[in-house]
Each structure stands twice: as C-alpha cells, then as structure tokens.
C-alpha cells in the first residue's frame, strides 16, 4: 500500500502544479469555464461512483452465490434492480453534463 503511495501521490502533486497555467488565460476564468468545468467533475464523479457501487454489488452477490448456490435466484433479481438504480444514478449525472453544457457558448 506504501509503496503505491508513493507513486501516486508525487503525480497528483504534479498535476495540480502543472495545471494551474491552464486556468490563467485572461487573469480569470469566467462562467463558461466553470460551467464546462462543472459539468466534466458532474459527470466524471458520477461514473467513478457507480462503478464503484456497481463493482460492490456484483461481488457480494457473487460471492453469496458461490456461498449458497440455490440462493441464486432469489439474490439475482435484486442485484438486477440495484444495479439498475445505480446506473440510473449516473445517467442523471450525465443529463445534468449535457444541460451544463448547453449553457456554454
């Protein structure tokens, strides 16, 4: 774990360094940038999170069923429905990026 740490963290470091340069032009960035930037974070964060859920939900259902075997229908239809939710989740976070970024023009 330490030593992915120490891989990770310099380049993070790095990026936000680096990336400050790109925010500069003109001495502020206006609503557009925000707006476009906003609805990048809304939909990244979003996608993140759900494959995160997602990922969750597959595995414990997974290995509930190779726990109990003829549990596996009674766990399939829900982890159906969850999973349906979660990606419900993300598509709104994806609606709401595609309004967002109407509004930049």
């Known amino acids: 774990m330490k030593s992915k740490l120490t891989k990770v963290l310099p380049a993070t470091v790095a990026m936000l360094l680096l990336s400050s340069p790109a925010f500069a032009q003109d001495g502020a960035m206006g609503s557009d940038g925000m707006i476009a930037l906003a609805s990048g974070l809304a939909i990244g964060l979003a996608a993140f999170g759900g494959s995160l859920g ?3 939900a597959a595995a414990a259902a997974l290995e509930g ?4 075997p003829q549990a596996s229908g009674k766990l399939f239809t829900p982890m ?3 999973l349906a939710l979660i990606e419900s989740l993300v598509i709104y976070a994806l609606v709401i990026g595609i309004i967002l970024s109407g509004k930049v023009g």
């Open 54 to 56: 997602q990922g969750k």
């Open 65 to 68: 069923i190779a726990r109990n």
């Open 80 to 82: 159906i429905i969850g």
